[in-house]
């Protein structure tokens, strides 16, 4: 049964993996045996990463195509194929909605949704050549429900979209091999939350409204995406799997 989740000899692209939630990605890829790419926009803490983790590093920016482009095709040129994909990178912005920058509502959507697309669409052309291959994306509780007391509408908006983009190639795409599936997380204890977490009323309300009365540690969330990346999901696609300590329930 435990061979179901193994990695081995296969090559894996990570997004926003050179910290948080990504990072933890990486290391269960890792673990399981794959030959781990970091793609992260910022090269010096996607370096670093890469070289405490014994894994590789490919700069690559998710908003520009031609980038994304540039980060898959390393991987298939150094490795011969491109078997896991996680979409993952993304960031937040927090603004009441009545005063929202358009230039604003537009960066969040460029890395959320329209970087997932991108991704999706590099990785689903080299699988769909090799007829075979696994694209996780990372939405979240987000695409489900509407964050509060916090106001983020864009992120959630860009959420709900990258859940509705993975059932959408999951139908294009599962007939010649390729699964697509997605996570949604609940609050995560990364830089991403770090600015709510560290305000008292928000993260009341974030932890009376989340079951467990937690939030999760990063590494609680990979071993969903070893799950969905290995073949021991082989009859998933177009599912979306939450881990979010109940906060849905509610
Ligand atoms: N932290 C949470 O509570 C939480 C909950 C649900 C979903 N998520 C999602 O999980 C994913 C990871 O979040 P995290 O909490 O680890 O965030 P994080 O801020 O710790 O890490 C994000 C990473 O993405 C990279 N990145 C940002 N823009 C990029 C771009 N244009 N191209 C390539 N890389 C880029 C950053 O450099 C960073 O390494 C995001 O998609 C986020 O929306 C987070």
Redesign the pocket.
Known sequence: MTDLFTLNGRNAIV????????EAIVLALRDAGARVFI????PD??RAAAERHGVEFVA????DPDSVEAAFEHVVDAGGSVDVAVN?????HNHPSEELDPADWRRVMA??LD?VFYCCRAAGKRMLAQGSGSIIN?????GHIANHPQPQSA?NTA?AGVIHLTKSLAGEWSGRGVRVNSI?????G????KRGLSNEEWRRVWLDDTPMGR?AE?REIAPAVLFLASDASSYCTGTDLVVDGGYTVW
């Open positions: 997004t926003g993996g050179a910290q948080g939630i990504g793609c992260d926009v910022n803490t996607g690559g920016d998710v908003t993952n990178a993304g960031i937040v890395v959320n970087g990372t939405g979240s509780m987000s992120y959420k949604s997380p609940g609050y995560v990364t830089d991403m939350t939030v990063p």
